[in-house]
């Protein structure tokens, strides 16, 4: 009789990846245009605190 053989799941890739958040300094220009293009978001937020 044939004795099933086990394979183990693969090992998940534990490596070290740069962090493009963290790797692109923060500068004025780069945090005004966040600021301006969540503007929908906190229109939003918005409406959503008043209705309750």
Do not use: F, H, W
Not at 36 to 48: C, F, H, P, S
């Amino acid at each position: 009789m044939d004795t099933p053989t086990y394979e183990p799941p693969a090992e998940p890739d534990y490596t070290p990846r740069p962090n493009p958040i963290v790797a692109t300094p923060a500068t004025l220009a780069a945090c005004a245009e966040d600021y301006a293009a969540g503007a929908g978001v906190r229109a939003t937020l918005d409406k959503q605190r008043s209705a309750a």
